[in-house]
């Protein structure tokens, strides 16, 4: 099926580690973008991708980074430098056309 | 700075009915507006867009409207069901140096009871 696949689905980090995030896509979007959702709040954008091999930041990218090596994956990584980084996060590609989400990877520290 | 305003508190109606959900937006003038729908614990998922240049969209039981100068979005559901009970979030494209990307406002719940 085509669509916007993320994974993990739960991911639990300790104090101090980096842990990265995976989101490939087979709809041949050049457009990749990642969100951040916190309970009872809207999407924040933290990192998008027009093309392979650019990214931009988004609202919050501080203690983020990312990677656009292929056009089907835009891995996020959430480093040590991310104080708070318990949240919902989203993947997805498209234009504007309607973005295609994938089903998030929740992220706790313990 | 750039704000997309909606309805905080959730929204409850009765099955059958209209729901109606708003969203506001300041300080500048995307060319297009869109909807999604989002369920607990998933992704949004793409409902509608309308652009600048149109005042009105409809698919199947969703209408949208766009009013440019009021600087709103109307939302309609009708003949609402329980299936249609979710989070719906409004968007819209700011323009930046590398393209557009999307800007979501915090969502309206909506509840439809039987």
């Known amino acids: 099926d085509g669509g916007i696949t993320q994974s993990p689905k739960y991911l639990f980090r300790k104090e101090g580690q980096n842990v990265t995030l995976s989101c490939e896509q087979n709809l041949n979007h050049d457009a990749m973008y990642w969100y951040r959702q916190d309970p009872g709040q809207g999407l924040r954008l933290i990192y998008y991708s027009q093309i392979v091999n650019d990214f931009q930041k988004g609202d919050i990218a501080e203690g983020y980074s990312v990677s656009r090596e292929k056009k089907e994956s835009f891995p996020l990584t959430v480093t040590s430098a991310q104080k708070n980084p318990t949240a919902f996060y989203l993947c997805a590609g498209g234009t504007g056309g309607g973005y295609t989400f994938g089903s998030g990877t929740r992220l706790t520290v313990v | 700075s750039q704000k997309i305003e909606q309805n905080s508190e959730a929204l409850n109606i009765q099955e059958g009915k209209t729901a109606t959900l708003t969203c506001n937006y300041t300080n500048y003038s995307p060319a297009y507006l869109q909807w999604y729908r989002q369920d607990p614990g998933r992704g949004p998922v793409f409902l509608l867009l309308?652009?600048?240049?149109?005042k009105e969209k409809r698919k199947e039981r969703l209408k949208v409207t766009f009013d440019t100068t009021l600087k709103q979005s109307l939302f309609h559901i009708t003949a609402s069901q329980p299936a249609d009970s979710a989070t719906y979030l409004c968007?819209?494209?700011?323009?930046?140096?590398?393209?557009?990307?999307?800007?979501f406002g915090k969502g309206t719940s909506l509840l439809v009871t039987p």
């Open positions: 968007a819209l494209a700011l323009p930046s140096n590398s393209g557009y990307a999307l800007n």
């Open positions: 309308i652009r600048e240049n149109e």
